[in-house]
């Protein structure tokens, strides 16, 4: 959808303040474009700069409001105290009753409207405000992000009741609002069953649905079905197993962390479902999982595993199980791979997915996210078998035809990286390119990674591992040594919104 009417000129009453300024004479669309960039609560300050502007904000095609935009000490959310947020709430409350207040009706079409706030007494006059515009006013996008004051390790078992009840009465007061969202993020939430699932009736519109430690009860189960979802994200939630049951437009799906001793998941009617992302950390009483059963009749083009620097929980498959769900592969990316796992069981992969173009590989062990006390690892279950998988396939007269790109993040000058590198320079005859990154590291641990290890190769360094891994080859795969600093990673924070 377009801006409507946003390229008018400026109200006249602009001219009202006396001469013209330098930024009132820039054209409108540039003003436009300038204020849908910044923040919202830098851009109620930008516009007392010019007189023009005053009048500007009312035509924004699209409007993001946060309530993190109206909380202090933003540098140090240590300080921050519940009050703090109710004040930020409140703050919130009224300035999107103000800026949506101060809207036309039906002259300028509003492409985007999404809003961030805390569950609180103030939810209520946010989402009722909210369906008020959609009643006058055409609104394309919709989206609400619903936090909850405590984060995730605060939350007891009482305080997620209390948010699923919070929650409820919300969509209970403002089933206009709801009905009318393209994207809702919730967490923290526990919810009776019936209750969440009025949440698919309610959001017919629903194109993006994230939960993040949301449930109906430990070990509880989810059916999904709903019209017009196309991307589902669930994340550390305390089903036993979720069921997509009916989900014709879905066509992408993050799984992670999940506590079921079985499949955690399983696939009904998801016939454009593309992506797959799961990510877990393979506990000793975690099932190893077969693909091919997992997946089930999914077809997949983009597969991502995560194994957050624990034990890998995927179990090696022949072509012939593969095959029927691998079919349609075309990139695979193996996240944090343990740095002490052999990258030889990866090959299971070229073998079962004839179609495959990239395959990326990261291998990590991420220091600042991993649990490194031994009495705790123990506490928490973790295996104490060796991270790797054994695989006993032989590739030597498999040959794949499509493989273009090998990604390896994280490197070695060992021999087991250099073995690996060549079984797949052999296997993957019309192979374009081989990018080998050193090792990755992120802001927090930096300094406790040796500068060598994360820096460029010298280029002595770079033409030796290049003639070990060719040495002996008929082959001319260009070999690139990029720099990792270009992928510093900054860990992850809270639930992302």
């Known amino acids: 959808m377009g801006r409507g009417k946003a390229n008018t000129s400026v109200p006249a009453k602009a001219s009202s303040y006396g001469q013209d300024d330098r930024l009132s004479k820039l054209p409108d669309d540039i003003l436009l474009t300038i204020l849908e960039q910044v923040d919202i609560r830098d851009a109620a300050r930008t516009v007392m700069l010019s007189k023009q502007w005053r009048y500007i904000t009312s035509m924004l095609s699209k409007l993001v409001i946060k309530v993190s935009s109206f909380e202090p000490n933003k540098d140090d959310r240590s300080k921050i105290t519940l009050d703090d947020l109710d004040r930020a709430n409140s703050t919130m409350r009224e300035a999107t009753k103000s800026i949506l207040s ?89 919810l009776n069953e019936p209750d969440l699932l009025n949440i698919f009736s309610i959001c017919r519109r629903l194109g993006f649905l994230r939960l993040y430690n949301c449930d109906t009860g430990i070990l509880s189960s989810l059916e999904v079905e709903h019209p017009q979802l196309g991307e589902l994200e669930v994340d550390q939630c305390r089903f036993e197993r979720v069921h997509l049951k009916w989900l014709p437009k879905l066509t992408a799906l993050t799984f992670e962390i999940w506590i079921s001793q079985e499949d955690p998941l399983s ?164 192979l374009e390119d081989i990018f080998l990154f050193n090792k990755l590291v992120c802001e927090r641990c930096k300094d406790n990674v040796p500068k060598a290890s994360r820096c460029p190769w010298p280029k002595k360094q770079r033409f030796s591992i290049r003639n070990r891994i060719t040495n002996g080859m008929n082959s001319f795969v260009p070999i690139h040594f990029p720099s990792s600093s270009s992928h510093l990673c900054t860990g992850r924070s809270r639930s992302s919104h």
């Open 102 to 190: 101060g809207r036309s009706v039906g002259q300028y079409a509003l492409r985007l409207l999404s809003l961030q706030f805390y569950l609180g007494e103030e939810s209520i006059s946010i989402a009722q405000t909210v369906a008020h515009t959609m009643e006058s006013q055409m609104v394309g996008s919709a989206e609400f992000a619903i936090l909850t004051k405590k984060k995730h390790a605060q939350c007891t078992e009482d305080d997620m009741l209390f948010h699923g009840r919070q929650l409820t009465s919300l969509f209970g007061a403002c089933p206009k609002a709801f009905g009318g969202l393209t994207c809702l993020k919730l967490e923290n939430v526990s």
């Open 267 to 430: 696939f009904g009617y998801v016939p454009l479902l593309q992506s797959v992302s799961l990510t877990n950390i393979g506990l000793s009483w975690h099932k190893m999982l077969k693909l091919s059963e997992f997946l089930d009749s999914a077809t997949i083009s983009a597969l991502q595993l995560n194994f957050k620097s624990e034990k890998i929980w995927i179990q090696p498959e022949g072509p012939k199980q593969l095959l029927p769900v691998f079919c349609k592969l075309k990139i695979v990316k193996l996240i944090k791979v343990s740095e002490e796992c052999d990258l030889n069981w990866t090959m299971f992969i070229l073998q079962g997915a004839p179609s495959l173009e990239e395959l990326h590989i990261t291998v990590w062990d991420h220091f600042c996210e991993m649990m490194m006390v031994d009495e705790l690892r123990r506490q928490y279950a973790y295996s104490e078998e060796k991270k790797g998988v054994d695989w006993e396939g032989d590739p030597s007269d498999f040959k794949h035809h499509k493989l273009s790109v090998l990604k390896i993040f994280g490197f070695r000058p060992e021999d087991r990286f250099v073995r690996y590198v060549r079984s797949v320079i052999e296997t993957a005859v019309n």
